[in-house]
């Protein structure tokens, strides 16, 4: 017996009201790109579920990629019966042995939406539990926390039975909360702040600076992989390249060595924000959490965002590395993170960056040399990506 189809609960989707319709369309496209390599599946909508039509591929094959992608609460596999009470049987006593082991309770639920059907919700209930119990020893009912759950659902167009339910990844499907520009650097905690955006339905266009011949083609590969380990979760994603060097360069020549690093951050934070106007983004998303080095102290935040009246939003600025490394190990990016091809910052790092920077000291710092020119420049050169490539949902996977 092979499943038919996927049953998929929308979970905080049911409570968008009159916006839910919006909510469920982002949701299939997000289905349908994560499972992109499997042509011949379809997606059904109805207004309180949603249906992924298998036609012929093995509910495995998907299992680990639905579960990532966000806006599903959970899912579970679902056989297909014609409405033949002795079919409707023998597929209940298949299900449930696959799924038994002994010592476990079960119960049925029913729902008859097909109100011709000849037998009523607890008439299919006894039907089909008794059946049950008489085909399978140690086997007991429990109708209040069964550990075995066997859903059966009477339509027009059928009768569907599951009794698996896996759990979702939650939150709300990509590019139902607007569009954010999120600075991915090579390092672990940017690709977890862009993360914690995807769940939350903000469309990801990620920016990195790369400046030759001080970072490698290597660290730009490193980023690009980065990024599509992302889209696994559901998301297309651009990636913007921007050249970092004379800027980098001129920072260095001009700017006092213990206040390089912030100026730096002003300049990356500066360019994301022009690049955010040319594509109708709606606010800035960095991995920085608060105290963990020296440009992420409150003082620098506040110098570093002067340049800008965009929202910048911080998703993991409460948290410590050891929980960031959690979640990137989680979510497949820790093991790209640290291999050993350094960023732009990371080369730059003065000795003694200061922890304490001052506005107007920075300000005028900057004074002195046009930056603004040689942002623009930048901008108007930079590489652009589009994201996922192909090879990405096999490796990912993998991981879980």
Known sequence: MNYDRILIRYGELSTKGRNRKQFITKLKKSILLSLKEFPAITVELSHDR????LNGVPFEAVKDRISQVFGIQSFSPVVRTGQDIE???AAALELVKRNFSPGNTFKVSARRSDKQFELDTNEINYAIGSHVLRNMESLTVDVKKPDINLLVEVRKGGVFLSCEKYPGAAGLPSGTSGRAMLLLSGGIDSPVAGY???KRGVEIEAIHFHSPPYTSERAKQKVIDLAERLTAFGAEIKLHIVPFTAIQQKIQEQVPENYTMTSTRR???AMADKIRQKRGGLAIVTGESLGQVASQTLESMRAINDVTSTPVLRPLVTMDKLEIIDVARKIGTHDIS?????DCCTIF?????KTRPKLEKVQRFESFVDFEEMMEQAV????TLQLPNEKIMDEFADLL
């Not at 949603?50 to 039509?53: E, S, V």
């Not at 640290?338 to 350094?342: A, F, G, M, R, S």
């Not at 108007?380 to 590489?383: H, I, L, T, V």
């Open 50 to 53: 949603m249906f992924i039509h």
């Open 267 to 269: 300049m990356m934070l």
């Open 196 to 198: 914690f955006m995807l």
């Open 338 to 342: 640290i291999l050993p091809y350094e």
């Open 349 to 353: 790092t003065p000795p003694s960056p």
């Open 87 to 89: 079919e409707m049987k």
């Open 380 to 383: 108007e050169e930079m590489e």
